[in-house]
């Protein structure tokens, strides 16, 4: 995969720090050959200045860009990576020096592009991404969290034996699934997890039929995790599954009452034609719709909200009409004490509730969230759910986890399209609304960068490289001694072979890899 193979770049590069200048002021530097984090390619003209990137003249190489770079200031910013483009598309444009001045550090391959990351002692917490503390001009990591700005995952190396979920069917038989909430339920003493498994044996590329939500239990968070019942049948895709209040159990969905018999171009829709957990081409006899050529079925993805007061249910299913779409949102949630609530949707755009449970109350949040009334001569609010709000503006991403933090920061973690990997952003107190209903203020997130790779290692020494590690959730345990909430593990949807949309070659798995903890005991 073209991006795979740089995502873990900064545990395979042994790049020394190095000075750039010999004086005693100038911040350390970290070079990274074949890397640009200014995206110098998308920029309309070389000698473009943006809101985030400065175009900073001519250089002869990295360290004397670096060297302008440390000492650039507008008076209000300085320049926290630097970026040498010695090998443009326009020869015209050769050797020119950008820098980048906003927090985001998000290395994409380039051929023509040397960057490095320059090392300003940190002078407050939002600088080491609210995940770590300032101290000293260096953060300090809180647990499960590691990196220059703590903007990484500490992920531990994966016991064979504890993978998450990896579903077989009574023949032995790969059952494919993409990707599991997981939390822990007090009443039964077990770890539950929520996963999107394809039904019939098929792989990923089969989802938008085959997709149905199944309810797993474990007696860890790393799994193994065994199916106890199929909760929602296909289509049934995505589940997020969080505590509201008074401890009841939520879950978002995208799904569509769609069977067997269902014939939305006279022939059964569900794909029945796969083996071991992959999806053959599509037009294969018994498989008329999938992802993938020349077509997919294309249904509607009506947004499902489910409540129970236990993970076993019964549960209470109503529909979110503003979030109903031909797509799938990815609508991930988190719930407030007062019962409103943030959610998080494709492209990191934001909604907000009044009250999680009552659908009326959920709006798009931002400009995009309200529109002018010309007959009230103002603007009013598109409770309608026909818009939605503006969307990250440094990464574009799908499959969002959110949560809130002791101190009140939300963060996220998400699926990056280009590059291929894992993101963490955070949107703190001075960049959350004060007034979700004023219709012009938006909730502006800052991605620190790179939370994870599609590199696993294993606790046998041996690594492997996923073909795809999307649909991330973060799994928390009660609160630490210091009152902080736990950080146990990450789960995601992992493809294990072969590429998007290739047909044969489709198995996924729900996989679980811990984090390290603060003492010296490993998950169990």
């Known amino acids: 995969h073209k991006c795979a193979r740089i995502v873990h770049f900064e545990s395979k590069m042994a790049v020394a720090l190095v000075l750039v200048v010999a004086i005693s002021a100038t911040p350390p530097s970290q070079p990274f050959s074949g890397i640009d984090v200014c995206t110098i390619k998308n920029q309309e003209e070389y000698n473009a200045s943006s809101e985030e990137v400065k175009f900073l003249g001519h250089a002869q190489s990295l360290a004397e860009c670096t060297s302008a770079a440390t000492t650039w200031s507008d008076g209000r910013a300085k320049c926290l990576a630097a970026c040498w483009n010695r090998q443009p598309r326009n020869s015209s444009f050769a050797n020119t020096c950008y820098c980048r001045v906003s927090q985001t550090w998000m290395p994409a391959p380039s051929s023509g592009v040397d960057s490095s990351r320059i090392l300003w002692p940190c002078t407050s917490n939002k600088e080491c991404s609210y995940n770590g503390q300032c101290t000293q001009g260096a953060c300090k990591c809180r647990q499960g969290w590691k990196g220059f700005r703590c903007g990484q995952l500490d992920l531990e190396p994966v016991n064979r034996n504890q993978t998450g979920y990896r579903g077989k069917d009574s023949n032995g038989q790969n059952v494919s699934s993409w990707g599991m909430p997981v939390l822990w339920d007090e009443a039964t ?57 008074k401890g009841e159990f939520v879950m978002l969905f995208a799904g569509f009452p769609i069977n067997e ?21 599509q037009g294969t006899p018994g498989c008329p719709f999938q992802r993938g050529k020349p077509t997919s079925m294309g249904h509607k993805m009506i947004q499902m909200m489910a409540i129970s007061e236990s993970a076993d249910g019964p549960w209470t299913l109503t529909e979110i009409p503003g979030l109903t779409a031909p797509w799938d949102w990815n609508t991930a949630l988190v719930i407030n004490n007062d019962r409103s609530a943030v959610a998080l949707i494709r492209g990191g755009m934001v909604w907000h509730a009044f009250d999680y449970s009552d659908p009326s109350t959920w709006h798009a949040v931002g400009n995009n969230g309200y529109e002018f009334n010309s007959s009230l001569q103002m603007e009013i609010s598109l409770y309608t759910g026909k818009s939605e709000g503006p969307g990250w503006a440094d990464a574009s991403v799908e499959d969002p986890f959110i949560w809130r933090d002791e101190a009140g920061v939300y963060h996220a973690v998400a699926h990056c399209f280009l590059p291929f990997y894992g993101v963490h952003a955070f949107a703190d107190a001075d960049a959350t609304p004060k007034n979700w209903t004023d219709g012009v203020t938006a909730m502006n997130w800052t991605v620190s960068g790179v939370a994870y790779g599609n590199e696993v290692t294993f606790t046998d020494g041996t690594t492997y490289n996923m073909a795809r590690r999307e649909r991330p959730h973060i799994v928390f345990g009660p609160p630490d001694t210091t009152g902080l909430a736990t950080t146990l593990a990450l789960t995601n949807g992992v493809q294990f072979a072969g590429v998007l949309d290739g047909a044969n070659n489709d198995g996924v798995f729900s996989l679980s890899q811990g984090l390290v903890q603060s003492s010296s005991s490993h998950l169990k």
């Open 261 to 281: 018999t269902s014939k939305p171009t006279n022939t059964s829709a569900i794909c029945t034609a796969c083996t071991n957990g992959t999806t053959p081409p």
């Open 189 to 245: 003493k077990m770890w539950h997890g929520w996963a999107s498994e394809m039904t019939h044996n098929c792989g990923i590329n089969a989802w938008e039929t085959n997709s149905q939500i199944v309810h797993l239990v474990a007696k860890s968070p790393l799994g193994p995790f065994t199916r106890k019942e199929v909760l929602w049948p296909a289509f049934a895709h995505e589940p997020d599954v969080m505590r509201g209040p």
